[in-house]
């Protein structure tokens, strides 16, 4: 964009490309299921099992960057996302994680789980591996499940590179220079245990302390997401702050 161009400006360019993009993959989720020939896009997974199936195998084939651009992410205790992310930074993949600002009030542990994620024009969701392919959300199907595909064309791959690069270029880090996350590990460990409904002394087992640390992370957990107990801390975790 020219220089002078306002916030505003910016914005409105997103959200066409954005759109643009959303109708070429719907158009070519409807070839796919009548059955007609898409070269270089093909459906990833239909539902949570199968996308999560499918982000495993592109997580393993990965081999510099991984770029995702999510307007909100949920907690959800169950969540393969975070295991995958570790298994990716071990093998010395550069993950790059884009949210709305609105994302970080809807999870409280947002950045907790990836103190390197950075705040910006999230107008829609998308993974970019490699820089050669693409993740891009389909049309639901008629039960409500959600669909995800993969682009390697670059009629597909090449906007959504534009896109990617515009909104990366305008993103910032969620956490200042030096600033530590909320949550420690532990604490979220315990938070996502918590969240699945585990006990004290199944935590416990789990994370390899004495039930008094697990009662100890709990009620720092408790102050600093400013719940009133361990039930209302869950509840905050799955709601997020947003609805306040």
Known sequence: MATGDTEDDLRLDLARRAARLTTMVNELAIEVAIGQPTPGFRLMGTGLEQVDAGFAALE???TTQMGSLMPVIPFEPWDTGP??????RDRGIELISIFSERAFRVNPL???????????????TMWVID???????GPLE?????TLYTATTPDLVDPALELWDLVLADSRPALAEGEAPPFTPRQVQTAILLARGAKDA??????GVSVRTVVSEIAQLVARLGANSRVDAVLILRRGRARA
Not at 111 to 122: F, K, Q
Not at 131 to 136: A, G, P
Not at 142 to 146: A, K, R, Y
Not at 202 to 207: D, F, G, K, Y
């Open 142 to 146: 008629l039960d409500g499940s959600p």
């Open 60 to 62: 393993a084939s990965c």
């Open 131 to 137: 820089r050669s392919c693409v993740v891009l959300p």
């Open 83 to 88: 295991e995958l992310d570790r298994r990716s």
């Open 110 to 124: 947002l950045t907790s789980l990836d103190p390197t994620a950075r705040v910006g024009h999230a107008v829609t």
């Open 202 to 207: 199944s935590i416990a087992r789990e994370l």
